[in-house]
């Protein structure tokens, strides 16, 4: 059996879809993400250390999945398979083009990844994950098909042979959770570098050494000699300070030491750095305190944010799912069987664990209740 069957004949088009053709207003899917805008939210998580960390988070909190198919006989080959099989040049199983697959989705509102096959006997070679900047999709012969073109070296399109290996996976509206971010994420990097040079400004400690030379005729005529020697013996006073040895300044005469800056206060930042966060995790909905930020909470909003979180990561899965039963499905059907995949996923945290127990528990007691009642009667 053929590990990818032929297309069937084309669907009929719905109306509404023929009158959006026919109205010139075209009917396709969002367009790939373009490089500029890819190499800009690289470098907005590069830059932003929580962005990255949040992205992170997430994935790692969207938690595991086991594999079902609906026939027992080909659940230990085909969870040999999804454990063990290639995914680019350093990965390996299905988990880990799932956590990958799920990083374009969220960074760039879209991801493509591709089932690679071996060409002698039309089994499964590996997975991989593919670059969405270089892919453009279309509608293809009817509304519900699509159509894939990869860009070449020399910047033209080329169709792709076999589209029924791709996988594609979009957010709602097909745009990255970061939209909106960099103009936010500019304005915090100004304040951090403005921090940074005013610390190198008032932060690194520099001092004033003024000599005042008396109304004596000796002082006035060797004025220079006296500011150049006190000059010399201070810097040495200082170097003397790096290799941690300790020199006293001796001087005779009036001379006045102050540090620079010293009346002169750093702004504080808290207010607007604080601001600024609060719009970058409202965006990535994460909840601060899982990022390190020790705002004050109560415990019923730390729990109002994780079941927030919770809805959010579920969201995250339906995404994925499909994909996921895509690569099993198309194991399966190359190994001859006509049995279907579905996933398993894993509670997301303890919490659910013992909020379904709770749940169990309850409904157990009001079934016994309504039980002894009915006795009663």
Partial sequence: MKLFQKKSAPRPVPELVSAQRSGGCGFSLPAAVHPCEKELYDRLRYAVPIIDAAI???????????????????QQELDSFLENVPVGLTGRSVGCF????????????????EIVTDNACQRIAGLWN??????????GADPFSRSYSIKAPDGSFRKVAHPERIVYSSLTGGHSV????????????RIYECIGQNYDRAGNVRYAVTYKPQGEAGDMLNTRERAQQIAREWADGMN????????????VGDVDIK????????????????????????????????????WSSTERMSSQQADILTSELEYYRRLLTP???????????????????????ENINLQDETALAEARLKNAQAREIEMRLEKNV
Avoid: H
Avoid at 58 to 74: H, Q, Y
Avoid at 99 to 113: E, K, P, Q, R
Avoid at 178 to 189: A, D, E, K, Q, V
Avoid at 240 to 251: I, L, N, P, R, T
């Fill in 56 to 74: 992170m988070k997430i994935i790692r909190l969207t938690g595991g999945f086991r594999v079902k198919c609906s026939d027992e006989s080909c």
């Fill in 98 to 113: 799932a956590d990958n697959f799920l990083d374009s989705l969220i960074t760039y509102g879209s991801a493509v990844g």
């Fill in 130 to 139: 593919g670059d969405i900047s270089r892919i453009r999709i279309a509608s």
């Fill in 178 to 189: 970061l939209r909106g971010l960099p103009s936010l994420s500019g304005i915090l990097m």
């Fill in 240 to 251: 003397s300070a790096k290799y941690g040895q300790v020199k006293d300044f001796v001087a």
């Fill in 259 to 294: 540090v620079i800056g010293a009346d002169n206060k750093l702004f504080d930042t808290n207010v607007p750095v604080r601001q600024i966060l609060e719009q970058l995790i409202a965006k990535l909905s994460i909840p601060p305190f899982l990022l390190g930020l020790s």
């Fill in 323 to 345: 994909v996921i039963c895509d690569v099993g499905n198309a194991f399966l059907a190359s190994t001859g069987s006509e049995a279907t995949c579905s996933v398993e996923w």
